[in-house]
């Protein structure tokens, strides 16, 4: 399986594969702009190639987009539900040009008006923004942690979701384990595993299953508040990751750390963390020029 982290891009969307490497990461993520703005990204063509063959160099075996978090597909406000499907639109033909594989979102908050009546605009908005590039990259529905309103929280709504947006296959889902375990999902015990399992196999199905977010918790099991920890530091813990990494489905996808590591983001120690639970050897830090790092 292929374990990474969500990096960097700070000097240059480039600089993301020089902090894989350092990380030991099989596989990234990126905030190709400010997560928290509508500014489309604009990258100059030598920038793009050096990403290309950077990427190429240092064989990652993927890299995928998080999408801003303004983006709202369930909203009634006709203004931002365009500008969240031209978010999206941009960012598919962006992963489309750098050679990414798809890009994660979160489809928004109902603002009360309830799941339901909102689903026929979601479904809408996710064909147009399929309908509206021919990008190869897969668009990512990421299961929410549970605050106001949110759409997408529990298994059955993000089912319902794939199920309104029509049969595109470059449609699918990415896991998230803190928001998971924010929404009553207990995966700290084999039941809890088996049962989430299930649940995800029964209303969604393992074939949509592209990506996993592999995050512990700081808040209690049901707390619908998103606040990741390291590896084995929150309330899921190891043994919990221990059972979702023994199960075959979910070992199939890459995992993509989101942790905070030592406040600089995902790191080689929780890298080799999940490494070590999976049965897989340690990772080691390489610098941009493919050397592996040794400690003076």
């Given amino acids: 399986m292929l374990i ?17 490497l350092s990380i030991g990461a099989e596989v990234i993520q990126t905030h190709p702009s400010q997560p928290q703005t509508w500014r489309p990204l604009t990258i100059e063509e030598a920038t793009a190639e050096r990403l290309r063959e950077k990427a190429a160099a240092a064989r990652l075996a993927g890299h995928w987009f998080h999408a801003v978090y303004l983006i709202n597909l369930a909203t009634a406000d006709e203004v931002l539900l365009k500008r969240s499907i031209g978010s999206l639109v941009h960012y598919m033909d962006l992963a489309a040009r750098l050679g990414a594989d798809g890009v994660v979102f979160h489809p928004g908050s109902h603002r009360g008006a309830g799941f339901e009546p909102m689903l026929p605009t979601i479904g809408s908005a996710l064909r147009q923004v399929l309908g509206r590039t021919d990008s190869p990259a897969r668009l990512l529905v990421e299961n929410s942690a549970g605050q106001g309103g949110c759409v997408g929280c529990r298994f059955e709504e993000i089912g319902a979701i794939l199920d309104v947006a029509g049969d595109d296959p470059r449609l699918g889902v990415c ?50 508040r998103d606040r990741h920890a390291n590896i084995g530091e929150g309330l899921i813990g190891t043994a919990g990751f221990g059972m979702l990494l023994a199960d075959p489905r979910l070992r199939r996808v890459p995992w993509v750390l989101e942790v905070p590591g030592e406040g600089q983001g995902p790191d080689l120690a929780n890298v080799n963390r999940l490494r070590e639970l999976a049965g897989l050897a340690p990772a080691v830090a390489r610098d941009p020029y493919g050397a592996v790092q040794t400690s003076r």
């Avoid at 809890?192 to 512990?216: K, Q």
């Fill in 175 to 224: 896991l998230d384990t803190c928001h998971s375990f924010a929404n009553g999902y207990d995966i700290r015990t084999p039941a809890g595993v088996r049962s989430t399992i299930d649940e995800f196999e029964s209303a969604v199905g393992f074939d949509r299953l592209v990506l996993v977010h592999a995050n512990d918790s700081r808040e209690e099991l049901g707390a619908n």
């Fill in 4 to 20: 990474g982290g969500h990096v960097s891009t700070r000097g240059g969307i480039d600089k993301a594969v020089d902090v894989a």
